[in-house]
Structure formats: C-alpha cells, structure tokens
C-alpha cells in the first residue's frame, strides 16, 4: 500500500507577482514567457522597480503538490528553504494545503528562494528567479520511505540548474523503481531544455524517468525541431508515456503507438498564466495515480490548469476536488 499519490520535488520558491507592459520587460533585458536565473543583485533591483506585488508561495513542483492536494490526493514535496520570512511563508502554505513537507530549513544564508514574476496583459509570466537555498537540496535531503510509498515521484527540470539537486533526483528514482514506483519529470521551459537536453534525453531512454510532461515548445526544443508531429513520435519512442500541453488548444497524451487528445476548458478571462503547466500536472497525475483512463487524466489537468490561469498566482484558490466533481470528472 502506498502512503502517497504523488511526491513532487522542486526549487522552493515563494513568487512576488506584479503587473507590468511589455515595453518594462524590453527596458530591463527580461525575456518575456521564460524563466530567467538571476542573482542576488538583481534580485535586488528587479524588487524596486516593481510596482504593487502578490507574493505567493510557488515553485513549479510545489505548484504540483498544492494541486494534487486539492484534488483530495495525497503530496509530499521535498524542497529547500531558509530559516527566514520567506521560507516560513512557504512552510506555512504548503502544509495548510494538506501536503507533507518535511525538507530540514538550511538556516538564514542563502536566503529562500524568490521569484520576481510579471505579467503582461496578454497574461504571459516572465520569471525572474533567484535561487538562493535552493541550490542546498541535496541527497541528505531525500526522505527514502517517503519515496518507496509514494505512487509517482515527480521533479522539475529546473532541478538541474542547482548540481546537488541531480545526485538527490536519481537516489529518488533508484528507491521508487526498487519499490515498484514510477519516476515523472516536467521539463519546465524550452531554455531549460536548450540547456539540458542531452541529459534530459538520457533520463528518458535509460528509464530513468517513466512520465514526461512537456508543452508545445518545449517538445519542439528537446528534439530540435519545428515539427510537431515528429516530436511527439519520438517522445513516444524514448519514454514511457508523456502529455504535452497546448495551451489553448488542450493537450495530447501518448503512450506507444496510442495517442489522446483533449480540448482546453472554456474560460471567462484569461488573467494570468503562472502555474498552468503545474496545475495540468497536479490534474493528470491526480487521476493517473487512480487508475482513470488517458482521457480522464488528461481532461482533469485541463480542467485544473483552466481554472489556475483566471485567477492571479500560481496555486488554486477553489477546491479542485469540488470543481472537478461539478464537472463530472470525479
């Protein structure tokens, strides 16, 4: 029997959203839809040149967690932060999302983790993100029995930014693949593919990592290619199964030669997109550690990202678990 439906592993990150124009993100060298690393100093100026803030705690497989739990799923989330405001924050959601985060604070330097997000009006985020503690995850920070009783293990690719953080991912996979688990990566932005994608590619062919989420541009960049189609045949080809977002134009899920696709939720208002591919991953995963049909997992991620991008913030604000019900997918 497992304890948990999902575990999710990421850079602990609390977000500090601001509106702006995309002539702000040309005037400060941001690019726009990306996930930019910055440092400490730009941190810094970034933070005084925003105007009024959200701040919300995030993190791509944080986002992940959070949503399985509103599911009504059982999360855990491995994650590193500082024994400062910031990392209290994030403590203090997380948990009172019902999701069991145990990862031991690293003390107050390198501070937690932050991420200076602005949003266009077309709804488009452009992150800028200082790691800060995250770069301290590491294996000593792996909970074993927390991997080997959950049913997916599930990381970002942005974990491949921070060095330590890889060793930690593959004593994850070895423990879930000992125990009969299955091991699941997001590939999180197509520059994080462009920097990565050779080792990306091994984790998938070796079997390291079973499930793959990606989106429209990321599978075109982790195959080198502006062919759709043959991107997603050769993402059939080196994983086990993988969904691809398409934004407005729903997603395809492939396994083998089988291939389902689904149509994006309608909605009222698109008001910003933080979160979206995180929260698709919170719904497909949700119903796959259920045993629903390739159909049904895609649908709830579509229905979960649909409802993430009409508020402000990376973290539903409704019950998942009731919206899902009143939709007929639960």
């Known amino acids: 029997m497992s304890k948990f439906d999902v575990l999710t592993i990421g850079n602990a990150i609390v ?43 995030g993190g791509s497989a944080g986002n992940t967690a959070a949503g399985v739990a509103s599911f009504g799923g059982r999360a855990a989330y491995f994650g590193k932060v500082a024994e400062d405001e910031l990392g209290k924050i994030f403590q203090h959601d997380i948990r009172a999302q019902g999701v069991h985060f145990e990862t031991k604070p690293e003390g107050k330097f390198p501070p937690t983790a932050r991420s200076m997000i ?28 927390v ?9 970002e690719g942005y974990l491949w930014d921070p060095p330590r953080a890889k060793d930690a991912i593959r004593d994850c996979a070895r423990i879930a693949h000992e125990h009969g688990r299955e091991v699941s990566m997001t590939l999180s932005d197509s520059f994080c593919v462009g920097r990565y994608r050779t080792e990306f590619l091994d984790l998938m062919r070796s079997g390291t990592v079973d499930i793959v989420f990606a989106n429209y541009e990321e599978a075109l960049s982790l195959y080198e290619t502006d062919d759709f189609e043959l991107a997603l045949s050769s993402i059939a080809k080196d994983c086990k199964l993988a969904a691809v977002t398409l934004g407005e134009n729903g997603a395809v899920i492939v396994r083998g030669t089988e291939r389902v696709k689904v149509d994006a939720i309608r909605i009222e208002r698109l008001l910003d997109t933080t979160g979206a591919g995180d929260l698709f991953a919170a719904g ?13 997992c895609a649908r709830l991620g579509c229905l979960a990202a649909g409802i993430v991008i009409q508020h402000f913030g990376p973290r539903p604000m409704v019950s998942l678990k009731e919206e899902a019900q009143g939709a007929g997918l639960l």
Do not use: W
């Open 284 to 296: 497909f995963l949700t119903g796959y550690t259920q045993g629903r049909t390739l159909e049904d």
């Open 118 to 145: 602005f949003v266009t009006p077309d709804g488009e985020r452009s992150m800028n993100t200082y790691l800060g503690a995250c770069v301290e995850l590491g294996p000593e920070d792996v909970e074993p029995n």
């Open 147 to 155: 991997v080997a009783e959950s049913k997916v293990t599930y990381f």
């Open 15 to 57: 977000d500090i959203l601001s509106r702006c124009e995309d002539a702000f993100l040309d005037e400060n060298g941001i690019i726009k839809g990306a996930m930019n690393l910055i440092d400490a100093e730009r941190a810094e100026r970034l933070y005084s040149l925003m105007g009024p803030a959200h701040e919300a705690s």
